[in-house]
């Protein structure tokens, strides 16, 4: 069975950095791409980054480009974004999600919140 | 980038009836659009891709339809599971966008 499962969300600073992990089991994760999702509160879902099967196409919003980092190790099944320069904006729930247009599996989310 | 338009942002129905939300795409966007059900506390769950393919497991009281900048999802003979937002997105293009979503609630 296919799991995704997210971690390293919690409290920063703004200005602040947090690293979050999507754990991967019950499929190949070198062959998949992935995406992060995040849903701010009272919001709708933004996408924010892709990254192809291999790790060398990569992908990002306008929102979250050259602060946030999108990453994988394939042996480690784990997804990896690198959040930088956060924001109270980037307060939200982030997902990761499995396929180009992910239509198939997703994570239950971490939260981020980003407060003084 | 392109942006979806999705209509209406909220909607009022009762158990039984079928109601239709619309997504308009700024530009040509062919089938490339997505159906999501969001529940909160939930993860998102796709419907529908390629504009009108089922995805595997959803039951056929979800239809989508359109092609090219216009799309519909219909659901017929709501259910109180079924209440819910609801959100396109197009996937043709880096970087994909989201419709603002359609919150249906029950009348």
Known sequence: EVHLVESGGGLVQPGGSLRLSCAASGFTFSSYEMNWVRQAPGKGLEWLSYINSGGDTIYYADSVRGRFTISRDNAKSSLYL??????AEDTAVYYCARDRAMGGYWGQGTLVTVSS | DIQMTQSPSSLSASV?????ITCRASQDISNYL????????????????????LQPGVPSKFSGSGSGTDFTLTVTSLQ?????TYYCLQYISYPYTFGQGTKLEIK
């Open chain 2, 16 to 20: 039984g009836d079928r109601v239709t």
């Open chain 1, 82 to 87: 690198q959040m930088n320069s956060l924001r």
């Open chain 2, 80 to 84: 109180p599971e079924d209440f819910a």
């Open chain 2, 34 to 53: 997505a159906w999501f059900q969001h529940k909160p506390g939930k993860a998102p769950n796709c419907l529908i891709y390629g504009a009108s393919s």
